[in-house]
């Protein structure tokens, strides 16, 4: 039996678990335990200066095995196993063990309690490490690629990242023109260009890139496998057009066709036909027939011979590495009747106004009706004080402020009414809340129980409020138009969440492990996130996150093979009967029947299986084990926390 020397550091975490965890009593009770060859209390056990002292004690102490109790492991199990790794030990002979979350968050009004739980936990620590057993990690093949699912702005950029960085990407657009929310922006705030033409120049990289293939009309709708080597199934709609169409003639047949229905591109304030494009830059240029609501009446075909009904659905598959989401968002839509929505007729969303901006001419008019009063009440949508929606959306106040400094320089003879809870263009963008403030536009603040309201009064649309910059006194205004700043809400069709198991915040956005020291990374190993998918972000910020997630991605594929944790499920050959009720319960199909001395046993995956344990407490037989979490190991911890008791 080998000898212990196991090394015992306790940390303060600079008072979060002090405060309310005797620390130097956790560090007492366990330092005379057998096995033990040294303890420490250490007020940072994170610390650079720290883990070269741990660096240092496993080397001159010849420690078999360490453990750190201090803050959840999902932030440091990875930190002082690289710790272990430097002074020559095992990396699988550290045991964390949770003593902020887990007991001083979680007792915080009891000390005496907390720091008594708090040693039973640091013994069953003590207890597993003993066993601990040094283990290899198991490597794998990978596939230098990279499916990266949406083509906005987020998408866009990591694909070219990843493509020029040497992968291989296959880029998929479930729309049939790329380009996300942004193509549907004029001027970008603090910039001179366009997202027509943010999303062109974007465009031109990716089709100029020979790593880089895009589907438009597809959806992944299949995967399988694991980090390094998933096996996809991507289900592409056909757009019924030949490529090789004329323009002329398929302009003809969108002017022919008698099919109209509201514009989604353009949040339905017009209208467009069956075979449409949104706009003239847009990509890829060529139209799409939107065939549910396409009545084969057969006279776009009279004028156009690229029209090709015959065009069947594909379904494509492939092999990539990793996946990166980049699903972006949608905005808001207002309850009906909330501030007047769709009930008082000219109440609009901030996205609808903008396309209004757009396509007006030389006088603001809505509905026929010359616009000079705006009333734009904010955080509709976000901020809910009743709904779901607590969290800031950020973007809309630089937004919504640009969109009204936009409108008064267009069209002249406007007057702007912000109707806020307190504006946030933080960074350079508060230049835009000067220029509107230096441009005469008036800020009316509610306070945050007690909105704006709007009302139909004779006719006319009346927005009061109870003005916080004034004392409360209760404001009107009489507004032409209403503009309702809404904020960003996750995709409500959004098919890849249940498809690649990514688990959701409270916000209802994509989690990423941890915001600052996995900020792209979901637990779902090979999956990463980008852009608004995962939570508001403006343009600058959707950016970065896609640079981000797109070097995690490529450092999992790029080497050539990838090393999996090698803590997975072991099958006891001469116990196991092969039930099947092990591979029911394993959520990532790592388990499959095999034939063994004449009879059906089980057999692990090791690639695939991920050492949930889901399988071990449903066995009959008690045939499977998990490295590292054995029942041995378990069940030494389990006694080490009673004989303290």
């Not at 009064?457 to 503009?483: P, R, S």
Request: net charge negative; hydrophobic share 35%; proline share 4%.
């Amino acid at each position: 039996m080998k000898e212990n020397r196991i090394g015992v550091y306790i940390c303060h975490c600079g008072g979060n678990i002090s405060d309310y965890v005797d620390v130097n009593k956790v560090k007492e009770a366990v330092e005379n335990d057998e096995g033990i060859a040294l303890s420490k209390t250490t007020i940072f056990a994170c610390a650079d200066s720290n883990q070269k002292e741990m660096v240092e004690d496993i080397k001159e102490q010849n420690l078999s095995g360490v453990v750190v109790a201090s803050c959840s492991p999902k932030l440091h199990l990875l930190t002082f196993r690289s710790v272990s790794e430097r002074a020559g030990l095992n990396k699988y002979n550290y045991v964390h063990a949770n003593i902020r979350e887990q007991v001083s968050w979680a007792h915080s009004d009891d000390k005496i309690g907390a720091t008594e739980k708090a040693i039973q936990i640091v013994k069953a620590a003590i207890a597993k490490v003993k066993l601990a057993e040094p283990l290899e990690p198991i490597t794998v093949p990978t596939v230098n690629a990279v499916a990266v699912i949406g083509a906005g702005i987020a998408g866009m950029r990591a694909a070219i990242e990843l493509a020029d960085a040497g992968s291989n990407v296959i880029l998929l657009e479930r729309e049939f023109f790329i380009g996300g929310r942004i193509a549907q922006f004029d001027n970008l705030c603090v910039s001179n260009e366009t997202g027509k033409e943010l999303i062109t120049r974007l465009y031109n990289e990716v089709m100029s890139h020979e790593n880089v293939t895009l589907y438009t009309g597809a959806e992944l709708v299949e995967t399988s496998g694991s980090v390094g080597d998933f096996k996809i199934k991507i289900k592409v709609t056909p757009r019924y057009i030949n490529s090789h169409c004329a323009k002329g003639e398929l302009q003809k047949a969108i002017d022919v066709c008698p099919v109209k229905v509201p514009d989604e591109f353009n949040f339905n304030i017009t209208d467009r036909k069956a075979i449409y494009h949104n706009y003239p830059s847009e990509y890829p240029q060529l139209p799409v027939i939107d065939m549910k609501n396409c009545t084969r009446c057969g006279e776009c075909e009279k004028v156009c011979s690229s029209i090709d009904f015959s065009q069947k659905e594909k379904i494509i598959e492939s092999n990539v590495g990793s996946i990166l989401v980049a699903t972006g968002f949608d905005p808001y839509e207002p309850e009906v009747g909330e501030f007047g929505y769709k009930t008082i007729e000219n109440v609009v969303t901030l996205p609808q106004f903008k396309r209004i901006v757009h396509y007006a001419k030389d006088k603001l008019l809505y509905k026929g009706k010359l616009v000079r009063n705006i009333a734009y009440i904010y955080c509709v949508g976000s901020r809910q004080l009743d709904g779901e929606n607590k969290y800031c959306s950020r973007y809309c106040c630089t937004s919504n402020i640009y969109a009204a400094i936009t409108a008064k320089k267009q069209f002249g003879n406007i007057n702007n009414f912000h109707f806020n809870r307190g504006i946030r263009t933080y960074g350079k963008q508060e230049l835009l809340y000067d220029e509107s403030s230096r441009m005469g536009d008036i800020y009316l603040q509610s306070f945050e129980d007690l909105p704006p309201t709007v009302e139909s009064v004779n006719g006319k649309t009346v927005v009061k409020i109870n003005d916080y910059l004034t004392g409360g006194k209760e404001l009107e205004v009489e507004a032409d138009l209403v503009v309702l700043v809404t904020g960003m809400v996750p995709r409500k069709d959004n098919s890849i969440e249940k498809l690649l198991k990514i688990p959701k915040g409270r916000d209802k956005f994509f989690n990423e492990i941890h915001m600052k020291l996995r900020p792209v990374e979901t637990v779902i190993d090979g999956v990463t996130i980008a852009g608004a998918c995962q939570g508001p972000k403006n343009i600058m910020e959707s950016m970065n996150s896609a640079l981000a997630a797109a070097t995690k991605s490529f450092s999992l594929v790029d080497s050539g093979e990838l090393a999996h944790e090698p803590i997975v499920a072991i099958v006891n050959a001469d116990n196991c009967t092969y039930c099947d009720l092990c591979s029911q319960a394993c959520p990532f199909d790592a388990i499959q029947m095999i034939e063994y001395n004449g009879k059906s046993i089980a057999e692990i995956n090791n690639s695939t299986c991920k050492g949930c344990g889901m399988c071990i407490p449903v066995c009959p037989t008690n045939a499977l084990d998990l490295t590292s979490f054995t029942d041995k190991e378990i069940f030494s911890m389990i006694d080490a926390i009673a004989n303290h008791s």
